[in-house]
């Protein structure tokens, strides 16, 4: 028959096997509060229940200490378990502190729980089929392996995962595998794993086959992980991170390898990566890697400085990079790049996606690199805008903010930007293709200080559809102040109100290879002044219906301008 009752206040304490067992066969029942038991330094489990009935009612307030075997060893139907588990204590044994094994769902309450410097895991616990409940608040720290190891074979479905504390264990801090996916506005929240020997925070869906939707990761803290294993502070491995899921407000700092990975095996859909923290990690600081594509995903507002490789890394593998962000992130003081983002072979950039507002200064090696495919992706339609690249480069010779793809086109700027003081160029474009359909724009920046050239574009098609490189400021730079080169015609396009003085090299080249400046085209009111060889050094086949005035060159060291083609820019000023 079913057990209808309290069993509260026992002690079985220092007896040779388990402190106290329970059993619940499939033909009974438990229905009340099994409460306020000690059962410590016995040589087999503290407290023991296994059985398949119904269990309901509280599991709560018990403490098993300093026993030879498990503290809590509880194997149950979870389907038929409607008691919640809170303030149990499980602390000192020589197996793990608390297991629990359910082989069905768990929809109930596992909260403020404490199991510290056990021989093995803190907290063990097995869900077969399905999470729904709340693990909260519970604590298992100094444990010899995982501190909290969460194992659920179906799906994590609207539970709550927070505040829980996982730290200075021999393992990893809080450890969570899941079998297929995690959805509908489960939360992962405000968990703490610091100073473990492994990973802090673990979270791994199907092992990376798994979903992660409409949930959210946030405000979790994962420091001074891994120092002597190399291990991360926060891994995350799913496949669609999408649906609106966020993984934001994260800490990630001091860590043995990155502070934040990012495996997606799919597509990072309409979701955010957004107000991390992530410094002075042995790795990256945050790295998330994109088997699909980015489609109006955020990656924003993150904080990635004094890391040992990358600041932030953002690899897109398998498609395109469409209406997504990387905007407003800080990555300074890495000891690589401080944003390097790359598109994989056949991918592009497109749809409205910006990269704006960042700063990444004092790195090492680059500040901002995206890479398109190599060079053979396009970048259409999309902004690099009001960046701040400081003082890069220390390593080499590295630029500021560089861009390399095949066509920038559809309306895409490259605007606003400060880069200055790098140890080559400040802005570095680097096209296969052509700046066309437009208008696009490369303007109001300020390249100065920097050891190569201030702005230098490079492409291998032609200007044209309204293009403006205008109202630029590259002053003081060791070699040129605007360099641009193309192996085909500059049409309909502009080139004005740029100002380029103390230049080591030229203040401004336009070499087009002998092709033409045409169709338009208009390089007026250019401020070339005291620049340490030509004003204005152009390479231009003829100049058909252009504009070329109001521009001033003087004190030069060579010539106002130096003319290597048919025709010279610049001629409404007379040589120095």
Not at 243 to 272: H, L
Not at 449 to 475: C, F, M, P, Q, Y
Not at 537 to 553: K, L, M
């Amino acid at each position: 028959d079913s057990f209808e009752g309290d069993i509260v206040g026992n002690t079985a304490n220092g007896n040779e096997g388990t402190g106290i067992q329970m059993d619940v066969p499939s033909v009974a029942g438990f229905s009340g509060s099994f409460s306020g038991t000690t059962a410590n330094e016995n040589s087999g489990e503290g407290i023991a229940i296994e059985g398949d009935a119904a269990f309901a009612g509280d599991l709560s307030g018990n403490r098993a200490n300093r026993n030879g075997g498990r503290g809590f060893d509880v194997s149950a139907d979870g389907g038929n378990w409607t008691a919640d588990i809170t303030d149990n204590t499980a602390n000192g044994n020589t197996g793990d502190g608390m297991r629990f094994e359910f082989d069905d769902d768990f929809a109930e309450t596992f909260s403020g729980n404490t199991a510290n410097n056990n021989d093995d895991e803190g907290i063990q616990f097995e869900v077969e089929d399905d999470l729904r409940g709340v693990l909260a608040n519970n604590t298992a720290n100094g444990n010899a392996d995982n501190g909290f190891d969460l194992e659920v074979g179906g799906q994590i479905d609207a539970a709550s995962i927070g505040g829980n504390i996982a730290s200075n264990n021999g393992g990893g801090g809080l450890v969570i595998a899941v079998g297929d996916k995690i959805d509908d506005g489960s939360r992962i929240e405000g968990n703490t794993a610091n100073n473990n020997v492994g990973i802090g925070i673990e979270l791994d869906v199907d092992g990376g086959g798994g979903d992660f939707e409409g949930s959210t990761f946030l405000d979790n803290t994962a420091n001074g992980n891994g120092l002597a294993a190399g291990e991360s502070g926060i891994v995350v491995n799913v496949d669609d991170f999408e649906d609106g899921s966020a993984m934001n407000g994260n800490m990630a700092i001091g860590n043995g390898d990155r502070g934040i990975d990012v495996a997606i095996g799919g597509n990072f859909t309409g979701d955010s990566i957004s107000g991390n923290t992530a410094s002075r990690n042995a790795g990256d600081g945050i790295r998330v890697v994109v088997g699909g594509a980015i489609e109006n995903g955020a990656i924003d507002n993150n904080t990635a400085n004094d890391n040992g490789d990358e600041g932030i890394q953002i690899d897109v593998e398998g498609g395109d990079f469409d209406g997504g962000s990387v905007s407003g992130n800080t990555a300074n003081g890495n000891t690589e790049t401080g944003i390097a983002v790359t598109i994989g072979t056949g991918g592009k950039v497109n749809d409205g996606s910006s990269f704006d507002g960042n700063t990444a200064s004092n790195n090492s090696e680059n500040g901002i690199v995206i890479d398109v495919d190599g060079g053979d992706g396009d970048f259409e339609g999309s902004t690099i805008d009001d960046n701040m690249v400081i003082g890069n480069g220390s390593a080499g010779s590295f630029s500021g903010l560089v861009l390399i793809a095949d066509e920038f086109q559809d309306g895409s700027s490259i605007d606003g930007n400060t880069a200055n003081g790098n140890s080559d160029h400040g802005i570095d474009v680097d096209l296969s293709g052509d700046i066309a359909d437009g208008p696009n724009s490369i303007s109001s920046n300020t390249a100065s200080s920097n050891d190569g050239d201030g702005i230098h574009i490079r492409l291998e098609g032609k200007v044209d559809d309204g293009t403006a490189v205008d109202d630029n400021t590259a002053n003081m730079n060791g070699d040129d102040g605007i360099d641009i080169a193309l192996d085909a015609d500059f049409e309909g396009s502009t080139i004005n109100g740029n100002t380029a003085n103390g230049n080591g090299g030229d203040g401004i080249v336009v070499d087009l290879d002998d092709n033409d400046f045409e169709d338009g085209s208009s390089f007026a009111n250019n401020t070339t002044n005291d620049n340490g060889d030509d004003g204005v050094d152009s390479n231009v086949d003829e100049e058909a219906g252009i504009t070329d005035s109001g521009n001033v060159q003087t004190g030069n060291a060579d010539d106002a301008r130096d003319d290597n083609g048919t025709d010279d820019l610049g001629d409404n000023v007379p040589d120095n």
